[in-house]
């Protein structure tokens, strides 16, 4: 617990404008704040050192959160929701310089500005691990020394990296995925590496496996158990990967740019830690942000201030999207492969394909045509609800190990996904129902990509997620006319790079561990932002004035945030608004050119379409020429649909 006094210097001045006349500061002008909101700002001493400090301003009536960066000893935050906070200094996240943290309380009413000076203690070099998880009470130790190098470690390197993060194998503590995982015995380690790369992914007839068989040849599988099982045993002590490099960063971005949290967390009669925690954010017609919390409820706030409506009961997942012609909700909730509220009336439609449990969808998004496109990571399939039918349709994708996650639909009203197990993409033609693969990664390992995006010219941008590794993140450009790719160093050490999003300057943004993340394409420059807290960022939405929305994933489950929301401004002193709005050109807001009808009425029961794909017949001669047809009774089926549940990653 923070101590609320520190015996650090703290100077705390109401500034009203001028102090001689306190009687005329009801209503301060500030530069670069809006009308009904207040300000802070400050000096810190001792930030001269070889520290990024951070003020966190904690809203207690509201659960909001702001965090600014220390640049040459001075601090700004701007457009507080008037309340009480909590004002904390501490370092800013993956940092190898420390100081002991301190907080204070105080009152920000509307149109004040409050200063709080603070002079750094205990100032020197901090031991830190690299990844978006918190590990408490860990032994920290150097990549080598966790992972002995040895052609074990290729194997792992080369089989195991692309889906599972380099903390997953050493944290040896049951934990939500990939946040640790059970102790294994050398047997245990045996059936894992054979499910993995023998068995149907997510226990599924004609999937093929978690990755490709030719990165394990049978003269490397025992050396890989033995690599496993001698490193990493059922006994060893929880241990993590030690942090040993900092990215640079740009100190004149880090000081203009400000975040912005709004927390909901569960109620007590929801909890049960670890809990998920929502994986992206979408905005309503209003300026409302809106979230689909698993386990708990779909979730509205208004980020202007800052009050929280959630529709308890109803569940979430990975994906949701908001319909502005109507203004319902499609969300992600397994088992259902898609539901869809009314927020008018709080029912639910819950969709499924016949019986097939397996086949949620991550992504939802809409094309310009109205209807809804839906990625069936589990069945590896590729859905669409149709609007004018009210019904859904699915494609199995004959590509080996796309298992679509993210979606996109670029400015032509194709649809691409970003395929989670084979290093590339997979462009869909809905008038042609032709599928076509681009490959992205040439590495000879095993990788995956969580989310991809389009930019104006029509550019295909992605990244890997897990690699070889972890240590070779690389954002990919492909260009869909000619079939080039390009691919760029992003320049963060193990950094899991969720996904990749254009702004309205064709600026792209991903998401590594702990990171927001610019490329632009003009300089060939990465800009980094440190978030506020430990996590992994998962998918970012960009609203019409360039504003960056994320959702912790990790933090949300370990470090009390819950289902939160997050933005990033990029200059505080140019916010017009504090609401977000879809940009009309936006592929993430296609039905801004819709016209045509609203969706059916959702009237709260079960909804069944079609369990069989459009391409079944296609589909299996496809997975008979590949060799995916296992015995449906074989074990290696049944023990994998056992597993399901811990198997589809979040």
């Known amino acids: 617990m923070l101590a609320r006094v520190v015996s650090a210097m703290i100077v705390l001045l109401l500034l009203f404008g001028c102090v001689e006349h306190p009687q005329q500061n009801l209503q301060l002008p500030m530069v670069g704040v809006l009308p009904g909101y207040g300000e802070l700002s400050g000096h810190v001493s001792g930030s001269e050192l070889d520290v990024l400090p951070v003020v966190y301003a904690y809203n207690e ?273 397994r088992p259902d492969v898609v539901r869809h509220m009314d927020p008018r009336t709080g029912l639910v439609d819950y969709w499924n394909l016949g019986d097939q449990k397996e086949l949620g969808s991550i992504t939802q998004i809409f094309d310009s045509k109205g209807d809804l496109w839906l990625s069936l990571l589990g069945g590896g399939g590729l859905g669409k609800w149709d609007r004018s039918s009210d019904t859904i349709v699915w494609w199995k994708v004959p590509v080996l190990r796309s298992r679509p996650y993210g979606l996109i639909v670029d400015h032509r009203d194709k649809v691409w996904s970003a395929d989670f197990h084979n290093g590339g993409v997979t462009r869909f033609d809905p008038e042609t129902e032709e599928f076509v693969h681009f490959n992205l990664v040439t590495d000879d390992a095993a990788s995956s990509i969580r989310r991809l995006g389009v930019d104006s010219k029509g550019m295909i941008w992605a990244a890997t997620w897990g690699s070889r590794a972890f240590n070779n993140v690389k954002l990919y450009r492909l260009n869909p006319d000619t079939g080039a790719v390009i691919a760029h160093d992003v320049g963060i050490a193990y950094g899991a790079v969720y996904g990749a999003e254009a702004d309205s300057k064709d600026n792209i943004w991903i998401t590594p561990d702990n990171y927001i993340s610019m490329y632009d394409q003009d300089t060939n420059q990465f800009t980094h932002y440190p978030i506020p807290v430990r996590s992994d960022t998962v998918k970012t939405t960009i609203s019409r004035d360039d504003s960056v929305w994320f959702t912790y994933h990790n933090a949300g489950r370990y470090a009390d945030y819950g289902g939160s929301a997050v933005v990033l401004y990029q200059d505080k002193d140019n916010i017009s608004t504090l609401a977000a709005y879809h940009s009309e050109t936006s592929v993430s807001h296609h039905l801004s050119t819709y016209r045509g009808p609203m969706s059916a009425k959702v009237e709260g029961k079960q909804r069944i379409a079609q369990p069989e794909a459009k391409n079944s017949k296609a589909y299996l001669d496809f997975a008979k020429t590949n060799g995916l047809l296992l015995n449906e009774d074989s074990v290696m089926v049944d023990e994998s649909r056992k597993r399901l549940k811990g198997l589809i990653p979040d």
């Open 61 to 333: 009536d509201r659960n909001v959160g702001y965090t600014v960066f220390v640049v040459d000893g001075l601090y700004r935050v701007v457009n507080l929701i008037q309340g009480t906070y909590s004002i904390t200094i501490r370092p800013a996240v993956g940092q190898l310089e420390g100081f002991r943290e301190q907080t204070i309380s105080l009152e920000v009413a509307s149109g004040t500005h409050v200063q709080a000076d603070f002079a750094l203690d205990n100032v020197g070099p901090v031991k830190n691990y690299v990844g978006g998880i918190a590990y408490p009470d860990t032994k920290i130790a150097t990549y080598e020394e966790i992972y002995p190098p040895g052609p074990g470690r290729d194997i792992l390197e080369r089989t195991c990296h692309g889906c599972h993060t380099i903390q997953f194998f050493p944290y040896n503590v049951n934990r939500a995925y990939s946040g640790g995982r059970e102790p294994k015995t050398k047997d245990a380690w045996s059936f894992t590496v054979n499910r993995m790369h023998q068995g149907p992914a997510f226990g599924q007839k004609g999937n093929a496996s978690m990755f490709d068989p030719a990165y394990l040849p049978p003269v490397d599988r025992d050396i890989l158990v033995d690599y496993l099982a001698e490193n990493f045993p059922s006994d060893a002590l929880p241990r993590v990967v030690a942090l040993e490099s900092e990215p640079e960063l740009n100190l004149d971005a880090l000081r203009k740019a400000m975040f912005v949290e709004y927390v909901y967390r569960e109620p007590t009669e929801f909890l049960v830690a670890p809990w998920s925690a929502p994986h992206q954010v979408d905005f309503d017609s209003k300026g409302n942000i809106w979230l689909a919390y698993t386990s708990c409820c779909i979730v509205s706030i208004d980020p202007r201030t800052g009050e929280q409506k959630a529709y308890k009961g109803h569940g979430g997942g990975n994906g949701i999207a908001v319909d502005p012609i109507d203004g319902s909700i499609w969300y992600s909730g």
